[in-house]
C-alpha cells in the first residue's frame, strides 16, 4: 500500500549537488516526490511509496549520496499520518530564496577570501624566496668581483 512518507537526512549534504542525486535516485524508483533544503542545513524529501520500495529508496540515498561527495550524518524516515499530492515525477525544489542565495555568497566569499589569503601567503614567501636568492647572488657577485679586481691589477702591475 502507498504510503507518504518523510525523509530528513543531516550531515554535509547541502552545496554538493545532493538534492540532485536524491532527484535521480527517486526517479529510477519511479516513485513520487520532492526534495529541497531546509534553513537547518538538512536535506528534506517527501514521497510516496510501498514501505519496502522507501527503504531500498533511503538505502540507495545513503550509498550513492556517500558516493557523490555528501558526509551523512543521519537519514530519518517517517510514513506520515496524512496523504499529501507529490508531483509524480520526482522533482527537486529550489530554495534559493534571498537567505538561501545569501548564505551561499557568504560562503563563497568565505572560500574566497581563503584562496586570496592563501595567494599572498604564497606569493610572499615567493618574494622572499626571490630577493634572499639576489642577494646570495649579488653577494657572489662581489667576491668574484673583487677577485678580478685582483688579477687585473696584477695583470697591470706586470
Known amino acids: ?12 549534504v547541502q552545496d554538493i549537488g545532493f538534492r540532485s542525486v ?16 531546509a534553513k537547518d542545513g538538512s536535506v528534506k524529501i517527501l514521497c510516496s511509496g510501498e514501505d519496502s520500495v522507501i527503504d531500498n ?15 551523512i550524518a543521519n537519514i530519518k ?24 542565495i545569501g ?8 572560500l574566497l577570501k581563503s584562496g586570496f589569503d592563501n595567494l599572498n601567503t604564497d606569493l610572499n614567501k615567493g618574494f622572499n ?5 639576489m642577494y646570495e647572488n649579488n653577494t657572489r657577485l662581489e667576491v668574484h668581483n673583487t677577485r678580478l ?6 695583470l697591470a702591475n706586470k
Open 1 to 12: 500500500m502507498q504510503k507518504c512518507h518523510s525523509i530528513i537526512v543531516t550531515g554535509k
Open 22 to 37: 536524491v532527484e535521480h535516485i527517486g526517479r529510477s524508483f519511479g516513485i513520487p516526490g520532492l526534495v529541497f533544503n
Open 57 to 71: 529508496f533511503t538505502q540507495a540515498i545513503k550509498v550513492r549520496g556517500t558516493e557523490n561527495g555528501a558526509e
Open 77 to 100: 524516515e517517517q510514513t506520515l499520518s496524512i496523504n499529501i499530492d507529490l508531483p509524480d515525477e520526482f522533482s527537486k525544489a529550489s530554495s534559493d530564496d534571498e537567505i538561501d
Open 103 to 110: 548564505r551561499k555568497l557568504d560562503k563563497a566569499n568565505l
Open 129 to 133: 624566496n626571490l630577493t634572499m636568492m
Open 149 to 154: 679586481e685582483a688579477i687585473l691589477e696584477k
